[in-house]
């Protein structure tokens, strides 16, 4: 069973341009959640999203959007890049909702550096 | 309210020692507790969970303790491994907001 694919690894963008990360859950999953990882602040919570729905958002500023599809794939878009976006974006798939106990597993992530 | 405070930030312990990371929560529709476990360059896995209504969990050596009128919970690690070196996070959620919160970590390095 393949695990959950983030694309790309590794990213470099300039200040002020856009980037959009791709998340492929696990085949059946139907949640998927996307966490920013820095090594001060830790895992902070971003957006979840549920049969194409966004079920919870983060404090994050509106410049961080997502979506997801229909066969369950979610992207994350960040605009005008700030130099402290630069981090590693993980996302988690579950089968349903993580927060109601059920497992969810992470893919590598991405790691964006904004230059 | 929705904070999840872990503690030490970094843990040394020899080969064969306990390692114990501590974590406090304040939202006490808090219901699963999870731990994750981090290598450098993968995602976190999920290691072991509780929920409140049972104040200890045991997985091989690993041991999650619950406290619930103190809303704090810990990982033990029996016979810690140099392989157990890792950033280990505790986390929480509840069905009221069912968003996983996580701590910030705990870099845990095990000397051979």
């Known amino acids: 069973k393949a695990g959950v694919t983030q694309t790309p690894r590794y990213l470099i963008k300039t200040r002020g341009q856009q980037v959009t990360l791709s998340c492929s859950p696990i085949?059946?999953?139907?949640?998927v959640s996307w966490y920013q990882q820095t090594p001060g602040q830790g895992l902070q919570f971003l957006f979840e999203?549920?049969?194409?729905?966004q079920r919870n958002k983060g404090n994050f500023p509106g410049r961080f959007s997502g979506r997801q599809f229909s066969n369950s794939r979610s992207e994350m878009n960040v605009s005008t890049l700030e130099l402290g976006d630069s981090a590693l974006y993980l996302c988690?798939?579950?089968?349903?909702?993580w927060g109601e106990g059920t497992e969810a597993f992470f893919g590598q992530g991405t790691r964006l550096t904004v230059v | 309210q929705q904070q999840v405070k872990q503690s030490p930030q970094s843990l040394i312990v020899q080969k064969g020692g306990i390692s114990i990371i501590n974590c406090a929560y304040e939202?006490?529709?808090?219901?699963?507790f999870p731990w994750y476990q981090q290598f450098p360059g993968k995602g976190p896995a999920l290691l072991i969970a509780i929920r409140p209504d049972v104040s200890e969990k045991k997985e091989g050596r690993f041991t999650i303790s619950f406290n619930k009128s103190a809303k704090q919970f810990s990982l033990h690690i029996m016979d810690s491994q140099p392989g157990d070196s890792a950033t280990y996070f505790c986390?929480?959620?509840?069905?009221?907001?069912?968003?996983?919160?996580f701590g910030k970590g705990t870099r845990l390095h095990i000397l051979p």
């Open positions: 988690a798939s579950s089968l349903v909702i």
């Open positions: 999203y549920f049969s194409e729905t």
């Open positions: 986390a929480a959620s509840g069905l009221e907001d069912d968003k996983i919160i």
């Open positions: 939202n006490t529709a808090f219901d699963y």
């Open positions: 085949s059946g999953h139907r949640s």
